[in-house]
């Protein structure tokens, strides 16, 4: 276990957090050097992609939640870091992870793009660098998400993003379709995001039953604002994919498996190129998983790949 493995398990008994946050973070610490290892990986890149020196440079920790990686690229020196995310549990938890470790983030912000957006202008802030952890799968309208994100629209800042919904890996896809389905039927006594739907279609709208549960249906992967705009212009949506689904609350998506070409066509109308990168598997398990493990490092393959790190340059900069 790495000094930063150990110092995070001694503190977290006595962070002050709340539970959903806890247990995530105890669910991290038996694999915590492979976590640490992939965000090292992931600054180490987006510094050598920087044109200014680490220590010149801001960086955007967009979806932070726990704040690991805004604690380690202030341990790496960045000049400026930006922590964000829209839940404030999740900026509680990394405020008092920073303090436990005796680090400091420059900025915490509890919002989204615009939020970010917004504080970046009124502080004369130009960031160098973005970066998001396992959210970018989560984001529910991603067009607008870049439009709205400090300096894209003038292809100035690099981004990196990692998602473990990588569209290469067939088991990957199976797995995490199987969770879509649980979410659009829900159990344990909470709704699933169908019954959400038809709800909202019966009680705002007045659907009689057939007609509710067919638009139940269509408008899968739509938040409430998107289901009420179809049905004034009276036009049945048709789901662009038949397993992604979101909760129709705040349009947050269960990570949602996207062709490559679509980040790629993505990215490009905002002059930005993608590189991805396949990520690899926790080789530090006892017993035959680790072998195992090693062999699928070497392989190599992107329809193995348990993640995947995209990477965003202006083509303008590409190397």
């Known amino acids: 276990m790495s000094d930063l493995s150990r110092r995070i398990a001694a503190a977290l008994p006595e962070l002050d957090i709340d539970s959903y946050h806890r247990r995530y973070l105890e669910r991290m610490l038996p694999a915590m050097d492979y976590y640490t290892d992939i965000y090292r990986h992931c600054l180490d890149k987006m510094a050598r992609l920087s044109d200014k020196k680490t220590g010149e440079s801001v ?36 405020t008092e992870l920073a303090s436990a470790l005796g680090t400091r983030i420059d900025t915490l912000l509890c919002g989204d793009a615009r939020d970010l957006n917004r504080w970046c202008r009124e502080h004369n802030i130009e960031p160098d660098a973005i970066m998001g952890m396992d959210v970018i799968e989560h984001i529910y309208r991603l067009d607008q998400f870049f439009e709205q994100l400090p300096g894209v629209q003038q292809a100035r800042p690099r981004m990196l993003f990692t998602t473990a919904s990588n569209p290469c890996n067939p088991l990957k896809c199976y797995r995490l379709r199987r969770v879509m389905r649980s979410d659009e039927k829900g159990g344990d006594g909470h709704p699933g995001f169908y019954a959400l739907r038809l709800q909202h279609l019966t009680k705002r709208w007045g659907f009689p039953d057939k007609k509710a549960r067919r638009w139940a249906r269509h408008t899968r992967g739509l938040d409430y604002n998107d289901i009420d705009r179809a049905v004034k212009e009276g036009i049945l949506p048709e789901p662009a994919d038949r397993y992604n689904t979101c909760d129709p609350l705040n349009g947050n998506w269960t990570e949602r498996i996207l062709p490559l070409s679509a980040y790629r066509e993505l990215l490009e109308t905002h002059r930005y190129g993608l590189s991805v990168e396949n990520g690899w598997f926790n080789s530090g398990h006892t017993g035959i998983k680790r072998p195992a493990a090693q062999l699928l490092n070497r392989l190599n393959l992107r329809s193995c790949a348990p993640f995947l790190i995209l990477t965003a340059e202006p083509i303008h900069r590409q190397r």
């Open 59 to 94: 960086l955007v920790d967009y979806g932070g939640g726990h704040g690991l990686l805004s604690l380690m690229a202030k341990a790496d020196g960045w000049g400026q870091v930006i922590y964000i995310d829209n839940n404030p549990d999740s900026v509680s938890t990394a």
